[in-house]
């Protein structure tokens, strides 16, 4: 069996997501931004992970548009942080690519779910 791709970069994001939190709220002195960061960008693994038991299949999509929310709300914060100059262009760009990576997986996901759905 395959490897489940956006659980793993999902996982993956969490991490780094963690480690950026940490760097903005030790070394940049930033608590806010950062903390909404944290939560979002951590949230977005939980939700997939969430919907591996989803009760249905509508359940399934339900929580992973959640999840898509969530990962627009993180490339939200990701792009104040940068315009605010708490991010330099080399960080924001390498996160940013992430997110965006993210968010195109869970488009594709939810929208061949959908498609799924609608012809059973």
């Not at 956006?6 to 806010?32: H, P």
């Not at 399934?60 to 969530?70: P, S």
């Not at 594709?108 to 959908?114: A, D, E, F, L, P």
């Amino acid at each position: 069996m395959a490897d489940n791709i956006i659980k793993t970069k999902s996982f993956n994001f969490a991490l780094r997501i963690i480690k950026l939190f940490q760097f903005l709220k030790d070394d940049k002195k930033e608590y806010v931004l950062s903390k909404q960061l944290l939560r979002s960008g951590t949230a977005i693994g939980a939700l997939i992970r969430e919907s591996e038991q989803a009760e249905s299949k509508k359940d399934f999509i339900h929580k992973l548009a959640i999840a898509q929310k969530e990962a627009n709300e993180t490339d939200y914060w990701l792009e104040l942080l940068f315009q605010s100059n708490y991010l330099n262009e080399i960080q924001f760009q390498s996160v940013k690519s992430d997110i965006v990576e993210i968010n195109k997986i869970l488009a594709s996901i939810i929208i061949t779910s959908k498609q799924k759905l609608s012809t059973t």
